[in-house]
């Protein structure tokens, strides 16, 4: 009995420490595997078909081939793992690519005061030799307003960015100035901090102290006027259009009931009239709640669908915007697209001391599809074009601040999708072709596989350990009769 006991003891500690010897090395090499994986970085696999966790192929032929040390320091990040890891697959790009993690921004109040920001605030900042550029959380995101998804800009934003300040020539843009009915510096802040952020050069023109549209105007924004432009504003102007300028019209010419004759003229090379009037919205679906003057418009800009993503304006007493006959767009050598529009149930009204009714009464115009944005093109000649992109609206351009719905307010720039509609209305007059468009949907995919994809995966899970088991069933009893 003592001598059974003695053997079934030995062997018994024998398989027994071998046990434990096999499952000890798995452990280390489980460990060891996943601390490898994790120092060489590999990427991913993503099965997504929109490629939802990888970076597009637009990114990584304009990433690997800029030749600056770059630096993405990541802010009080750490609870954004999603942000920190797509920022590290820049760095598998690009090694003159480099993070910089700061988790705890308590003590670090040089960063608060520097970049205006709570110790509790998240921010990512990017720097290149002595320039940098900021991104907000807020900047990582857009929203379908249609379809309600919240819609990812990341690789957009985080590639633009690192692309844009490396670019030496920026598009530069003139504001006209001397006459705006609104403070534009103040009201369009919000704008033109973008465009800046977006590598342009933005100034303030007065061409009664110019004497001209400078040269290299890639793009002139003409805002709403006070008082008509002046024989000189005008000829000036319309030099520069001959020459094939861009123009970037955001007006709200229709709530001031002055004649000006000069701005018509400007207006009529492209065969357009804006009149007085404040456009009406009678679809409930189309307006903020109760307010028929806040029109909501689909987007339908050919320029535009490259966002791949249904866009929103919220114009707020916009005017209607008109063309001449077919006739004389043919004599002006004059084409367009429409891109905002009202419902065919939209009328004008010129009594504007009627705003309680939001009722059509005979003293409003007909009930009709209004447009009141457009992209014109004029053929100057058979190598020159010049272009006009119009709003009938200043004020959804601007941060204007209004209740929408006691007690709620917000900016009118806010609303909707209108900074993404006139940022890439001016990128779009300006030629941008150094940006990408990447954006993707927060909706989860359903990964479909294959015929044959389907009898891997099956054989992988159950035939593999089925056949592991068995033979180890086998060896066992092969074993046992041995004994």
């Not at 605030?121 to 379809?147: F, H, N, P, R």
């Not at 004059?334 to 939001?358: C, G, M, P, Q, W």
């Not at 014109?376 to 058979?382: A, F, H, L, M, R």
Request: net charge negative.
């Amino acid at each position: 009995m003592k001598k059974f006991w003695k053997t079934i003891t030995n062997k018994w500690l024998i398989k027994g420490t071998t046990t434990v010897i096999l499952v000890a090395l798995v452990i280390a090499a489980y460990i060891l595997i996943n601390w490898g994986v994790d120092k060489i970085k590999v990427s991913d696999l993503d099965f997504t078909e929109k490629k939802l966790y990888s970076l597009s192929e637009a990114t990584k032929s304009r990433i690997k081939d800029l030749d600056e040390e770059i630096t993405v320091q990541l802010l009080n990040m750490s609870e954004y793992s999603y942000i920190t890891e797509y920022v590290d697959k820049y760095t598998r790009i690009n090694s003159k690519i480099k993070t910089e993690r700061i988790d705890d921004l308590s003590a670090r109040t040089d960063l608060q005061t520097k970049y205006n920001i709570l110790p509790t605030d998240s921010l990512i900042v990017i720097k290149i030799g002595d320039k940098e550029k900021t991104i907000a959380m807020d900047d990582l995101y857009t929203y379908d307003y249609t379809t309600g998804e919240q819609i990812d800009k990341t690789e957009e934003v985080l590639t633009n960015s690192m692309v844009e300040m490396t670019i030496d020539e920026k598009p530069k843009i003139y504001i006209l100035t001397g006459k705006t009915f609104y403070p534009t510096e103040q009201a369009m802040a919000t704008t033109i901090g973008k465009l800046k952020e977006e590598s342009n050069e933005v100034e303030f023109l007065d061409i009664l102290t110019t004497g001209n549209v400078p040269d290299d105007c890639d793009c002139l924004i003409i805002t709403t006027l006070k008082q008509d432009l002046t024989d000189l504003e005008r000829d000036k102007i319309l030099d520069y259009i001959n020459n094939g300028g861009k123009i970037m019209m955001l007006t709200s010419q229709n709530i001031i009931n002055i004649d000006m004759p000069n701005l018509d003229q400007i207006l009529a090379q492209y065969g357009v009239t804006i009149d007085y009037g404040v456009a009406f919205e009678q679809d409930s679906s189309k307006m903020l709640v109760d307010s028929p003057e806040m029109i909501i418009a689909d987007v339908n800009a050919s320029f535009l669908r490259k966002l791949d993503m249904t866009l929103n304006a919220c114009l707020i007493d916009a005017g209607k915007i008109q063309f001449a006959d077919d006739e004389k767009l043919s004599e002006l050598g004059v084409t367009y697209e429409t891109i905002l529009t009202t419902s065919d149930k939209a009328f004008v009204r010129t009594d504007l001391e009627n705003i309680e009714s939001s009722k059509r009464t005979d003293a409003d115009g007909a009930e009709e599809t209004i447009i009141m944005g457009a992209l014109v093109d004029k053929k100057i000649s058979d190598d020159k074009t010049s272009q006009l992109i119009v709003y009938s609206n200043e004020i959804f351009a601007t941060g204007m601040s209004f209740m929408i719905n006691p007690p709620y307010y917000t900016y009118a720039v806010a609303l909707y999708n209108n900074e993404d509609i006139i940022l890439n209305s001016i990128s779009h007059l300006t030629e941008r072709d150094d940006t990408i468009v990447i954006r993707k949907t927060s909706e989860s995919e359903t990964y479909e596989v294959t015929d044959q994809e389907d009898v891997i995966i099956k054989t992988i899970i159950f035939v593999v350990p089925m056949f592991v088991i068995g033979a180890g069933i086998v060896v066992w009893y092969l074993r046992q009769r041995k004994i």
